[in-house]
């Protein structure tokens, strides 16, 4: 079967610096995303990879590596508005997108 | 700018009840989709189409229908609701297919079926 697995919940402290994993299982890779989700709200988009390595985009960054089925969200200098869902999902070989349950990341003062 | 709107936000219906959802994008996308989303779950497919007058299955399209007559318009269809179809249905567009193409969503359609 289809997996994408990530952690159920996390804390962070503002200011700081926070990981979020995602491994995937999947037949095939055609690409992955990485959405927000802010509660009572839609998904937004975050980032999408494709290639292994590192893709920074201000004070977030997501990382692939394909050989290890890997992927992660870095969330930088962390704000209070930082506090939501965030949603690994993975383009199969049949150009289906197969969604984690998702990452509820709490912001301390 | 609108991008991708639902309508209703919110339903009560009663067991074997029917009801339309309509979701509206103005961004000319050629695909649309429709997902659920339940507590502890990822976002599951229920049908999408690849432009106007296409339609296809997805991963949990039993007990709905879809029809895209319009390329702005997709509608979801439950004809006799089921307490298990309590949930919050997101419609999504989007340019392209998804090899790359990023999805945009509408605010959610949150139903309850007692």
């Known amino acids: 079967g289809q997996n994408i697995d990530q952690p159920t919940e996390m804390t962070a402290t503002e200011g700081a610096i926070v990981q979020i994993n995602c491994t995937y299982q999947?037949?095939?890779?055609?690409?992955l995303f990485w959405y927000q989700q802010h509660a009572g709200e839609a998904p937004t988009f975050l980032s999408y990879?494709?290639l292994d390595g590192l893709e920074e985009k201000g004070r977030f960054s997501s990382f692939l590596s394909r050989s290890k089925g890997y992927s992660y969200l870095l969330l930088k200098e962390l704000q209070m508005k930082d506090s939501a869902s965030y949603l690994c999902a993975v383009v199969d070989s049949n150009y289906q997108l197969i969604w984690g349950a998702g990452t509820k990341l709490i912001i301390k003062p | 700018n609108a991008g991708v709107t639902q309508t209703p936000k919110f339903r009560v219906l009663k067991t074997g009840q029917s009801m339309t959802l309509l979701c509206a994008q103005d961004?000319?996308?050629?695909?649309m989709y429709w997902y659920r989303q339940d507590p502890g779950m990822g976002l599951r497919l229920i049908h999408y189409?690849?432009?106007?007058?296409?339609?296809a299955k997805g991963e949990v399209p039993d007990g709905y229908n879809v029809s895209r007559l319009k390329k702005q318009n997709f509608l979801l269809g439950l004809e006799s609701a089921a307490p298990s179809q309590t949930s919050v249905y997101f419609c999504a567009s989007s340019r392209e297919g998804l090899e790359g193409g990023e999805l945009f969503f509408g605010e959610g359609s949150r139903l309850t079926v007692l």
């Open positions: 990879n494709v």
């Open positions: 189409s690849v432009g106007e007058g296409t339609t």
């Open positions: 961004m000319n996308h050629e695909y």
């Open positions: 999947t037949s095939g890779f055609n690409g």
